[in-house]
């Protein structure tokens, strides 16, 4: 909140500091560790990192939720839920909106479907649906594609509405805006908001019942998820607990009204709390079960977490639903999830038993500040070294400007959110977007490591240059989503230098 009252500053950061926390770890003589660190220590470390979020990103209000080993460690509530009524988070039971981790429930309730037999993972989808999704160049969907990420379709928007009135049933807005096929399934991922309603639409439809109703049934009321649902307008006994969404307009958090998902449900629409949540962690790494309760096979359950395909040969691929943040030393995977109002981050490390889940609302830098807070919590939990310099002789990569493969391309394209890649010398590059620029060293064949802003215990980004029989590509560890296309190549800044000399 760079350009807030100082009054308003400082009652935000008091709220961040005393908010009321969330702990299921009973007295111990030696205090548990998560990591190197204790847990009073890794609170304290929270505390501060939060009060700089507060003060620096935007942030109004933020929940995070820690487990370990079959335990909530606890889920801290920072900042305020309700900045006109004064109302601060309350980490136990203020509601958020996880954007697209609701799509975590969504491929559990699709391979509960598999489970009982009731869908083929290899079959058309349109097998099971009563519209139809064309097939490109003959080949079609197939539901593995949707757990991918890689139905080979433009992306789509406009299903966000301001109210219920204008908030389209998820089962109507997909038949209505199938998106464009433009290259075959299976082959490139491009994130797909669409192709994850199309397999909440698959369960509904083969299981007889409405999707909100499914999963309360199948998912959320089994793992003791009572504060959990898909449905728009919340119940009175949610609503009051729900955080507000704001945006940041002359340096005062201005309070948005509800937003509505519902033309996407499956894909987006959910809200939760802390504590459901770290209920959702624990059973993700118990192999499906929380308890006597189960909602998926262990072997289900480890499908969903294995590598299923990625864009770049040496980066993280996706998963099968979940994303891929590391491959190993620790594994991590999860899911992170945006909405207008609200960002958050869910990452899990099963080898290690260890979750965190964080979720923020304020105004637009808040999305930076949660991607900040992950990474902190990363670099903390499951610290890394920075990979050793490329010492071999080194060649450039593809120079010019790439695209995002993830895009309504039934509209123009945005030029500003390209990138554009630039040499200074062999073995380094900067790219630039949106008038920001960081800098990359080589740590391998085609593979550069981002210098700026890196950290002490990592995360470290990474991007690889490939090629595929389409042309040049360029993917990001943090975005096994999505691919970026050279679209203009260029030449390097020495290589200039060197044609204009007599």
Known sequence: MKNAPAILLKALIAAALLAPALSTVGAAAEPPRVGSMTIPDLESFLDGAMAQQIASREVAGAVVTVVRDGKILF??????????????????????????????????????????????????????????IPAFEGKPIRVRDLLSHSPGMSDVGGFVAANARESTPYAEWIKTHVPARLWPAGTEIAYSNYGAAVAGYIVERVSGEPFADYAEKHI???????????????????????????????????????????????????????????????????????????????????????????????????????????????????????????????????????????????????????TELSNLLVGRLFPQSPTPRWTSPQTLPPLGVYRANRRDFAKDAEPGADLIVTSPRPGRLTVESGGEKTAWDQVGPALYEKVTGARLGGPYEQMQFYTTPLGARLSFASQPYMAYRLIEARRSVPELLEGNRP
């Open 75 to 132: 889920s801290r509530g920072y900042g305020m839920a309700d900045l006109d009524r004064s109302i601060p988070v309350d980490g136990a039971s203020t509601l958020f909106r996880p954007g697209s981790i609701s799509k975590l429930f969504t491929w559990i309730a699709l391979m509960q479907q598999v489970e009982a037999g009731k869908v083929d993972l290899d079959a058309d989808v349109n097998r099971y649906i009563d519209f139809v």
């Open 220 to 370: 959320f009321t089994p793992l003791g998820m009572t504060s959990t649902t898909f449905r728009e307008p919340l119940s009175e006994r949610l609503i009051s607990r729900m955080a507000v969404g704001y945006q940041v307009v002359d340096g005062r958090f201005i309070a948005q009204p509800a937003e509505f998902l519902g033309p996407i449900m499956p894909a987006g629409s959910a809200t939760t709390s802390g504590p459901d949540m770290a209920r959702f962690m624990l059973a993700l790494m118990h192999g499906g079960a929380l308890g006597k309760a189960r909602v998926l096979t262990p072997q289900s359950m480890a499908f969903l977490q294995s590598d299923s395909f990625g864009n770049a040969p040496d980066l993280p691929p996706m998963a099968h639903g979940f994303l891929v943040y590391r491959r190993a030393a620790p594994r991590l995977v999860g899911h992170a999830g945006k909405t207008p109002g609200f960002s958050s981050d869910m990452i899990i490390a099963p080898d290690m038993g260890t979750g965190f889940f964080v979720s923020v609302t304020g105004g637009k830098e808040s999305g930076k500040g949660r």
